[in-house]
């Protein structure tokens, strides 16, 4: 049976067991993730599934069930099952029925990541490995290289009762590149061009290509070395340039999730928390200086967040955030904007056929300003640009934070003084930090930053999402671990 005919039977079962309104997903996923140690493949994961996830909607009240038995009695009962729970619920609220659309998206992309071979991807590895080892000599702290690369392919079938009709194919890949130095007494390891799952995004393999690991292996040899001589960066209160590998998680922790609306109702409160802007701060709160716009964009080009619609339909759209510092808007789906009058910002998203659908975000990006890079520097009499994140720690609310760094570069008078400094650590409270930023550098700067493992729900979902942004600068940061 194809997949469209599974489609109408789970709509059929659910609609003669009760459901007033059907949607149904059918997803296949397909996913590799290599790790290398020393230039070799040290690790892989070739992995895919497919099932079909059901969300009915009886009375006011949803249920959802899942399933990966791909026969009409499978899908007949998932279909089942979500009305039975969805008559175990209770909703105080009305739900409208959306109108139906019909779409298709796919990734553009060049060279897709999944038909080059296996050899060609180890080679970039052994080539940066060899880069670093050529740059290190017989230094004896160079202990070697790390490295990732990952691709993604999601393609989703959903349907509903009253006719919508969505095909998408998304297509993600990435990867990073790291060094490592040892001493007696110390470690250090230098990333790029982030740390963690390296920078990833919606697009070809053409983009692991345009990453030139190999060229900047040296350079993160020669720091993570220079790193184990270098001072730690001392407490206190300076000016903070943060570049974007780190900017972005930053917008992530203290920007994505505060904004999802279901936390600032209270609803969703398991692995990242609730929120401090809750709706009575909605067109209230200043949140940061004026220069802060940030947005919810599902359209930008090569986001992780980035597609046709959102898991419940809605058509992909760019919702406000904060403007000039102002707090407006949330991250949302169409049932929790209802309750604010507002339309939905389109960021109703599961990670798969298994999950329910809940508020997740897309791209959050920061808008960029205007200037240039060395500008941004130009700006900053005593401070440093911190880049590549080790750790990082954020209270239940989303408010107060604590970021640390691989590294800290000096900059005095307005120029990169050639100083580093290691295990920078800055911390503050999200509107005083945001409120502090004084300049963020202009549209060529600016880029976008793919993270994989963002978590939230329970059971936990793992959902990919972006954030472009340019490097930025903020005044009177708190550095040195908070008491």
């Keep these: 049976m194809s997949g469209a005919d599974l489609l109408e039977v789970a709509l059929a079962s659910a609609r003669s067991a009760g459901a007033r309104f059907v949607e149904a997903r059918l997803v296949t996923r397909t996913r590799e993730r290599l790790a290398f140690k020393d230039g070799e493949l040290d690790g892989a994961v070739n992995e895919s599934d497919r099932g079909l996830g059901v969300r009915a909607l009886v009375g006011d009240a949803w249920g959802y069930a899942g399933t990966n038995r791909l026969d009409p009695a499978g899908v007949r009962a ?92 998304i297509t993600t890949c990435g990867a990073k590149i790291a060094a490592i130095a040892a001493s007696a007494d110390d470690f250090q390891m230098r990333s790029w061009p982030k740390s963690f799952e390296g920078n990833v995004r919606q697009t070809g393999f053409e983009f692991i290509r345009e990453l030139d690991l190999v060229q900047h292996a040296p350079e993160m040899a020669r720091e993570a070395v220079a790193l184990l001589s270098a001072e730690t960066l001392p407490p206190g209160k300076r000016t903070l340039v943060l570049d974007g590998s780190q900017l972005s998680l930053q917008i992530h922790e203290s920007v994505g999730h505060p904004t999802e609306l279901d936390r600032a109702f209270g609803e969703e409160i398991s692995l990242a928390g609730s929120s401090f802007l809750i709706p009575e701060r909605l067109d209230a709160l200043r949140f940061g200086s004026e220069r802060v716009n940030l947005v919810a964009d599902s359209t930008s080009p090569q986001g992780l967040g980035t597609y046709g619609f959102d898991d419940e339909g809605t058509p992909a759209t760019c919702a406000p955030l904060v403007q000039n510092g102002l707090f407006v808007g949330y991250l949302s789906g169409r049932d ?21 659908p809940i508020v997740r975000m897309s791209n959050v990006n920061l808008l960029p300003g205007e200037g240039s890079f060395e500008d941004l520097i130009g700006g900053v009499d005593d401070g440093v640009l911190l880049s590549a994140n080790k750790s990082w720690s954020i ?41 502090n930023c004084t300049a963020i550098a202009g549209p060529q700067a600016w880029e976008m930053w793919g993270w994989l493992f963002c978590g939230k729900g329970d059971p936990v979902q793992i959902m990919h999402v972006g954030h472009g942004c340019a490097p930025a600068r903020f005044d009177d940061v708190n550095f040195g671990a908070r008491s």
């Design 78 to 169: 998932a279909a089942e099952a979500a009305v039975r729970a969805a008559g175990a619920a209770r909703s105080a609220r009305a739900v409208e029925i959306p109108p139906p659309v019909t779409g298709r998206y796919a990734t553009p992309l060049v060279e897709d990541p999944f038909a080059v071979p296996l050899s060609d991807k180890i080679a970039i590895f052994r080539e940066a490995d060899a880069a670093m080892r050529d740059a290190m000599g017989a230094e004896p702290s160079f202990k070697g290289s790390r490295g990732e690369l990952s691709a993604l392919r999601i393609e989703t079938h959903f349907r509903t009762t009253t006719g919508t009709d969505i095909v998408q194919r």
């Design 336 to 356: 929790a904007a209802a309750r604010l009058g507002r339309p939905s910002a389109s960021t109703l998203r599961a990670e798969s056929w298994y999950g329910l």
């Design 395 to 435: 209270d239940d609310l989303r408010l107060n934070f604590q970021f640390a760094c691989e590294i800290a570069y000096e900059i005095k008078g307005g120029r990169r003084t050639g100083r580093i400094f290691k295990n920078p650590v800055y911390w503050g409270r999200s509107p005083e930090f945001w409120g």
